[in-house]
């Protein structure tokens, strides 16, 4: 840990306000000094992916409680983003550091064109010196295309940016065999295969209920990025220090894969099927077994309202999700491509229909 050069730091709200959900000034002053201090030397590189928004605008608005409504937790995040960044702002200018906002969707990241847009923007922020700070883009983002939490968007940016470490910061100091509230309980230090959390109680959100998180979220998102090749530390936003450092502090969860393409690991985790396919058994076996693109022939149903590029489910005849993928054609193009040749496709509709529904490049099997 304290040899990595590239590192994502995840905070969350509870970390960051008060009870009743306004800033609190102290905290965000003692986390910018701990990243500004490992970022100081040159040596090493920090994306913050800060939650924070939408509990920064409650209290200016008067609400009590993060609302349930997606209306109002967009005006909320409108009022506490400017907030949120004002004050990292104010923080980080103490160290002479300049602090640039990125604000994604999910929509944007399962995109071929949106995500390289995003890959270059953090890159060139960090290579100018600046501190990226990303969040959620509360304000337009819509139920169909959110990521839910801000501790899977935290997984995704640190295989996004190549990063060496993902740090998730919490109130709780790492992943406990019981309620950590609870005498007998003890911290698991180490987990090196996701299995080894079966049985294991873990939370949900906090009690001040100004986040979305909890350790459900957390956890899940050490799964995503552990996957794709990136080591996880799961600890306490007051032990941010010795995490970065290499301390023994928190949970840390063994890398359990290789990285993937980075455009494949935001369509499998960050994107929301807009439609289904359904494949045939040899479209299935082509598809799952073999590795191959989805061409017309292997069709049997579609379902669902969507364009060409967006994620679509791949199904087998029970109905089962086998694979996610892009597709090339609009739903309503469909139906008259089912079962057809791509060659007899282009000699009555022409050669551009003689081409893949989903290319394999632009999909991802899921595995039960």
Not at 80 to 87: E, H, I, K, P, W
Request: aromatic fraction near 4%.
């Amino acid at each position: 840990m304290g040899e990595a050069r590239r590192i994502v730091v995840k905070v969350g709200s509870s970390s960051l306000t008060t009870a009743s959900g306004g800033l609190d000034a102290d905290r965000v002053d003692a986390l910018v000094d701990v990243l500004a201090k490992v970022r100081s030397g040159g040596e090493r590189e920090i994306v913050l992916v800060s939650s924070g928004a939408i509990a920064a605008g409650l209290a200016p608005l008067g609400l009590r409680r993060r609302p349930r409504d997606l209306a109002r937790q967009q005006a909320a995040a409108s009022v506490g983003q400017g907030l949120l960044v004002a004050r990292y702002n104010a923080s980080f200018a103490r160290y002479g550091v300049r602090v640039g906002q990125v604000l994604l969707t999910s929509d944007d990241m399962s995109r071929r064109a949106h995500h390289r847009n995003a890959s270059r923007t953090l890159d060139k922020l960090l290579a100018m010196g600046a501190f990226p700070i990303v969040n959620e883009n509360d304000t337009v983002a819509t139920d169909e295309i959110r990521f839910g939490d801000n501790d899977r968007l935290a997984a995704l940016v640190a295989h996004l940016v190549h990063a060496d470490l993902l740090v998730l910061l919490s109130d709780v100091d790492g992943v406990y065999d019981g309620d950590p509230g609870k005498p007998g309980t003890s911290r698991i230090a180490e987990v090196r295969d996701p299995s080894e959390l079966a049985g294991v109680e873990i939370g949900s959100a906090g009690k001040a209920g100004v986040g979305t998180g909890g350790m459900v979220t957390k956890v899940e998102a050490a799964r995503i990025a552990a996957a794709a090749g990136v080591p996880v530390v799961l600890t306490s936003a007051v032990h941010a220090a010795d995490a970065l450092s290499g301390e023994d502090t928190g949970t840390y969860f063994h890398p359990t894969g290789k990285r993937s393409a980075d455009r494949l690991l935001w369509l499998q985790h960050a994107s929301t099927p807009q439609g289904a396919l359904t494949l045939d058994d040899g479209a299935v076996e082509a598809v799952v077994e073999r590795r191959k693109s989805l061409l017309p022939a292997g069709i049997a149903a579609v379902e669902g309202e969507f364009s060409a590029g967006d994620p679509v489910e791949l199904r087998d005849a029970k109905g089962r999700a086998v694979a996610r993928g892009l597709v090339s054609f609009d739903a309503k193009e469909i139906p008259r491509l089912i079962g057809r040749s791509t060659r007899e496709l282009a000699r009555e509709l022409g050669p551009a229909y003689e081409r893949e529904v989903v290319h394999r490049d632009d999909l991802v099997l899921l595995h039960p």
